[in-house]
């Protein structure tokens, strides 16, 4: 157990090593370095060489990669990812409470996603192909299929507008506390939250539709152990396990890809800090973006793996 | 004229007292209605946020606010009204000095008290003038302030100017506890009608009352909170409908013929407003240098085209002369031919480009909603004359530095072949902005640049408005002649607001918006 977990835990610091890299690799060598992405084409053609050479020295972008790389590795150890180009700020103080925020949205969207999505799929499986199944299948196909702009406009329409229950934008400063940004964020809730519980109810529905269908299930029932008890205690953490790893990924896949719902809603996460990033061209806070989400999703993989060593005995061979 | 009858004396006698106090309350029960009442918190979003806000480090001072509309919570020496007169704010008594017109003296109100307690005096105008001289465009011809007494100030100029008592009205122009000119206004205090609460950088600020407010009985409001919505006007107007703001400031002028069929929404336009400036940059290898190329892209905007497709008409829009004057103003003068294609592929043929030329790519930020607009038209309108012309939107944040810089390529960050906003200001600020020294008109230079300046200098010094004029006509021809800059079309600021709020007034200047005497019913 104790050599698996080791193992699970010295594999996501690698990835994240390699992911590292790869964010140096892609922001600053290939195609050009940060400042070549930073200035506009007008720009890269009308300065002087002698004065490009100079603003590289003054980013440090003359000396050789390998440096560079050793300098960035180590900087994002300390969560030191650079200042940015135009307003020489720190790229970690710009991130920060975006990533708080987006952290909010994404664990109260989950919050309400996993057990929905939970009740849902396993009344599905329970009732499989029967009315029930069909329509929450449907449900979810249409869910998952709609657009997160076109739930987040009609909602508008519906809770904002026609009737004014909730904020149609969110008006709450980056940094306020954390109660005060999710009273102001029902509408960006519901709006992930439809997505949410489509995608997770289907996969959980797959699972448990597996977990129902074995012997094991098979023998419980002939044994005469309770229905409820056969559902709960036995078919559901086995139907489980085959979905965290998919859930773990969701759940940090909702933490940097909800850029849409954010900027509908006006909400101060992560998704519009990096589009904000990324027209300015500020490469230090792509990194950072980028490096944080990676540390999110390889953490929650990390995590759903431990829980499937915890639950599934087979898996610590 | 027939006799009255005794019938119909009586039923005048009943009915002229009945219509006396019907007509007499008709008068007065609106007056009773429109009485301002006191408290409540307002609510606006701003579409025009201010463009230094993304490189700040301390929103509070008035130089990188959330919006431009520093006057909640600073107060500057004259205002400007809703009509360009300017008038005193917190000077009770603005003069030349002499007939030179190169210095002035200004009597400062007492008794007026900072958020902190203190009093405003002259030697808090002299520190905050330090900083405005070395940092606001209006003020660098400030040479020195004298503090001539505890409430009084001479300003000495670089040279005569006959309409100084504009420039104190520049939305900078506040006065701030005296500090050294570094580090003066980062304490957010000044003398407004509300005091600064909280402030998030580039996204919000919360303000509230100043009870020793030297308006006596003002503000009416308790609470003011500004929300930044610049290049998210859909969520500010989807925020005014679910009445979580009272106001939106700077609304698009096309979205006004859909907004004013909706219920509880009040759609009050000024007479005015910004226009886009495009700056043409005149460093080496600039193909801008060419005259021949400034005019013929001059001659091939169809500026009636802008109006008529990005604003909705001429209620809403106006065609610029290619000077910073706006077109409303009655110093301005109109640009004597209309759009010329012929004329403008004539000159692209004479500078070398007979088959038409590929100019370098404009850059633009949705500082107006309607930008990326106005600069499609551009775009396609221009086509007609052999004129290929790029376009790039940028952000609003960080813009201010990224369009500007110096006019030698060679220091790197150069300035860009750009658009910027410009308000309506008092023709001495406005057609002074063309200097060759600023980035607005590229840096631009020579001797039709020489001769504009001295005529712009003779201007300061004549104290007679109508023959400041002509000069200013004279300085309008070199404009249309040389073209340094474009500017082609001009808006009218537009604000929508909920029925209950009373007492705001829209402004050319969107920037001298005043919230004194806003109340809530």
Partial sequence: ?317 | MADLRRRDLLAYGVAAPAALVALDRALTAPAAAQAPKRGGTLVYAQCSGNRRGGDASNTKHPYFMVDLITRCAYSTLTWVDEGLNVVNELATKVAPADDKLNAWDVEVREGVLFHDGKEATAKDWAASFELHRRRNFASQQIQRIEVTGKHALRFHLDAGNAEFPYVLAEYDNVVMPADEWEKIGLTGIGTGPFKIASADPQRRMVLERNESYWRKGQPFLDRLEIVNREGQMESAINGFRARQFDAVLNIDPRLVRQLQSEPETDVVPATSGDQAVILLPKHAGSPFLDRRIRLALAHAIDRDAIVRIVYGGQRWGWVGNDSHLAGTDPMSRPRPTGRDVAKAKQLLAEAGFPNGITLPTLYYAPQWPEMGRYFQVIQETVKEAGITLPIEERPNDGYLKFRTGDADVGKGNFHKFAYTAVGPRNPGISLFRMRGANNESGYWSGPEHDRYMDLYRKAMVTADAGQRKSIYAEMQQICFEEAPALLPAGRNNVLIKRPNVHGLKNHPQHWSITWDSVWKA
């Fill in chain 1, 1 to 317: 157990m104790i050599v698996a977990v080791a193992r699970r835990i010295a594999l996501s610091l690698l990835t994240l090593v390699l992911l590292a890299i790869f964010v140096f690799v892609a922001t600053e060598i290939m195609p050009g370095d940060a400042l070549d992405v930073t200035l506009s084409a007008d720009e890269l053609a009308m300065i002087p060489p002698e004065r490009l050479a100079q603003m590289k020295r003054e980013l440090g972008l003359d000396r050789p990669a390998a440096e560079r790389l050793v300098a960035f590795l180590a900087g994002t150890v300390q969560l030191d990812f650079g200042l940015t180009i135009i307003s020489r700020t720190p790229a970690a103080d710009i991130i920060a409470y975006p990533l708080r925020n987006s952290v909010l949205l994404a664990g109260a969207v989950l919050a309400a996603a996993i057990p929905l999505a939970l009740a849902l799929g396993v009344a599905a499986a329970y009732r499989y192909r029967r009315a029930l199944d069909n329509a929450v299948s449907a449900g979810a196909i249409i869910g998952y299929s709609v657009p997160e702009f076109v739930i987040a406009t009609v909602l508008v329409i519906l809770f904002a507008v026609l009737w004014p229950l909730f904020p149609a934008t969110i008006t709450a400063a980056t940094r306020d506390p954390a109660h005060v940004l999710l009273a102001a964020a029902p509408l960006p809730v519901a709006t992930v939250l439809i997505g949410s519980i489509a995608y997770l109810a289907r996969i959980l529905r797959v699972g448990m539709i597996e977990a129902l269908a074995s012997d094991f299930v098979e023998r419980l029932r002939l044994t005469g152990v309770p229905e409820w008890r056969v559902l709960l205690l036995h078919a559901l953490p086995a139907g489980v396990i085959p979905s965290l790893t998919a859930m773990a990924l969701y759940a940090a896949s909702l933490v940097s890809g909800i850029v849409v719902v954010e900027l509908v809603f006006a909400y101060p996460g992560l998704g519009q800090e990096l589009v904000r990033a990324v027209t300015r061209r500020e490469v230090h806070v792509i990194q950072a973006i980028a490096l944080s989400s990676a540390v999110v999703v390889v953490g929650l993989n990390l995590v759903a793996d431990l829980a499937i060593l915890l639950l599934d005995p087979r898996t610590r061979r």
